[in-house]
């Protein structure tokens, strides 16, 4: 009696662990199902502009194809505005659930990709306690910097040699890289960006 006990336990047990095991295979099943979904003409996927990330690595958007995406443009130098968007960010990222976590990307651009540097962004984000795998700091070219600006709605106008006048926008982006939801403003209230990020990221 007792054997037939442990046999059955060890079944069971052996069931459970392939079950769970299948459990977390599907997650990553999903996301290479989103991966390889067809983009849309409103995809900032379909622009070709090659972006330097804070850890001097070449990256095109595509790239963080399947992930939502939290996009603000900044600049490191500034005293005023950014700031406020970094501590916005920061505050939206604290938020989001660490099971959603790993499908979320907070990607910040640079207005002044002249200043900012890659070793620059890398030292800004370790000022800024902004350094794990979620963050993302990038710079580009003039031209590219101001296309993708266009995208968001955000304008910016270099107004000293040092400063810049810019619009505080932070963006959320689905899988497929469309403008699913914007924020405008300092210290606004994030619930509806952060529900809206949770509802994404599946």
């Known amino acids: 009696m007792k054997i037939k006990i442990v046999l059955l336990l060890g079944a069971f047990i052996l069931l459970y662990s392939c079950n769970k ?31 330097t990330s804070q850890n001097n690595e070449e990256i095109e958007l595509k790239e963080l194809k399947g992930n939502v995406l939290v996009m603000v443009m900044i600049y490191t130098s500034c005293k005023a505005a950014c700031p406020r968007l970094v501590a916005d960010m920061r505050n939206i990222e604290e938020q989001i659930p660490q099971a959603k976590k790993k499908n979320v990307k907070l990607i910040l651009v640079s207005i002044d990709p002249e200043t900012d540097t890659p070793k620059r962004l890398k030292e800004f984000s370790i000022e800024n306690n902004m350094n794990s795998d979620q963050w993302v700091f990038l710079r580009g070219s003039k031209e590219d910097t101001r296309e993708f600006a266009a995208v968001l709605a955000v304008n910016y106008k270099k107004i000293s040699p040092m400063d810049f006048s810019h619009s505080n926008i932070i963006s959320v982006f689905d899988q497929k890289g469309e403008l699913a939801h914007q924020q405008e403003g300092l210290g606004v209230n994030n619930k509806e960006t952060v529900a809206k990020i949770i509802e994404l990221a599946q």
């Open 21 to 51: 095991e299948k459990k977390q295979e599907e997650p990553i099943a999903i996301k290479i199902e989103k991966e390889n979904q067809p983009i849309s003409e409103l995809s900032i996927y379909n622009l070709p502009s090659i972006w």
